[in-house]
């Protein structure tokens, strides 16, 4: 059930998408990776330090946790570490959240402008979009790395903003953090937060905050 509903579509001539956890199902490989890396070179991973990367790009995490623990490895081996444990999935196995793909279509129909502004790196955000078909409904990619910081800072949101020509009131970002959604706040962005496993801890503020809160997008096909 929708909670909230303080966005009027109509007036909405731009999209902003995040992927992992709003889009796409895959911020369990994120939590596993960094947990199952960790504990191969006998380290736990503290619960700050997984809320810390939800916001940061692959490379930004891995030059984080390459300062954090002395485990021989530079950022790059880190990094490059990462990504052979999770391509695999990104390129076959994850899929969109329910209703997704079709409220894209929607989208894409109205003739409004559609961006993605992610964290993770172009490469398994391509080959996931292209996996599941969803690619071509972009008109703008922009990703962390490219801004050279995370959702923590509005650079992403910004650089989104005019790549795409567009203003922050005649724009909807799609998110499903936290500290996402108090970074597009300052910058005046209407914001939906899709309900996410990962962000579960953050629910209730979540909720109250955003302007619309969704457990899927079959709730907003509906509208």
Same mark, same amino acid.
């Given at each position: 059930?929708?909670?909230?509903?303080?966005?009027?579509?109509k007036?909405?001539?731009?999209?902003?998408?995040?992927?992992?956890?709003?889009?796409?199902?895959?911020?369990?490989?994120?939590?596993?990776?960094?947990?199952?890396?960790?504990?191969?070179?006998?380290?736990?991973?503290?619960?700050?330090l997984?809320?810390?990367?939800?916001?940061?790009?692959?490379?930004?995490?891995s030059?984080?946790?390459?300062?954090?623990?002395d485990?021989?490895?530079?950022?790059?081996?880190?990094y490059?570490?990462?990504?052979?444990?999770?391509?695999?999935g990104?390129?076959?196995?994850?899929?969109?959240?329910?209703?997704?793909?079709?409220?894209?279509e929607?989208?894409?129909?109205?003739?409004?402008?559609?961006?993605?502004a992610?964290?993770?790196?172009r490469?398994?955000?391509?080959?996931?979009?292209?996996?599941?078909?969803?690619?071509?409904?972009?008109? @703008?990619?922009?990703?962390?790395d490219?801004?050279?910081?995370?959702?923590?800072?509005?650079d992403?949101?910004?650089?989104?903003?005019?790549?795409?020509?567009?203003k922050?009131?005649?724009? @909807?970002?799609?998110?499903?953090?936290?500290?996402?959604?108090?970074?597009?706040?300052k910058?005046?962005?209407s914001?939906?937060?899709?309900?996410?496993?990962?962000?579960?801890?953050?629910?209730?503020?979540?909720?109250?905050?955003?302007?619309?809160?969704?457990?899927?997008?079959?709730?907003?096909?509906?509208?």
């Amino acid at each position: 059930m929708i909670i909230n509903n303080g966005i009027d579509f109509k007036k909405m001539r731009n999209y902003i998408f995040d992927m992992d956890g709003t889009l796409v199902d895959s911020m369990y490989v994120w939590d596993n990776l960094l947990i199952d890396f960790l504990a191969k070179y006998g380290h736990e991973t503290p619960p700050d330090l997984l809320r810390d990367v939800a916001c940061m790009s692959l490379l930004q995490s891995s030059a984080l946790v390459s300062e954090m623990y002395d485990l021989g490895l530079s950022a790059e081996e880190i990094y490059d570490e990462w990504r052979s444990m999770i391509y695999d999935g990104y390129a076959h196995s994850i899929k969109p959240k329910p209703g997704a793909k079709e409220f894209l279509e929607r989208v894409k129909k109205s003739g409004a402008s559609i961006a993605m502004a992610t964290a993770n790196s172009r490469e398994l955000t391509e080959v996931c979009l292209k996996n599941n078909g969803m690619l071509d409904y972009f008109d @703008v990619l922009v990703f962390a790395d490219d801004v050279g910081s995370g959702k923590s800072s509005p650079d992403i949101y910004l650089k989104t903003l005019s790549q795409m020509g567009a203003k922050p009131e005649s724009t @909807v970002l799609f998110e499903d953090i936290y500290e996402a959604l108090k970074t597009a706040k300052k910058i005046g962005l209407s914001v939906v937060i899709a309900e996410d496993a990962a962000s579960e801890s953050d629910r209730e503020r979540l909720k109250s905050e955003a302007d619309i809160y969704i457990k899927d997008f079959r709730e907003l096909i509906k509208i």
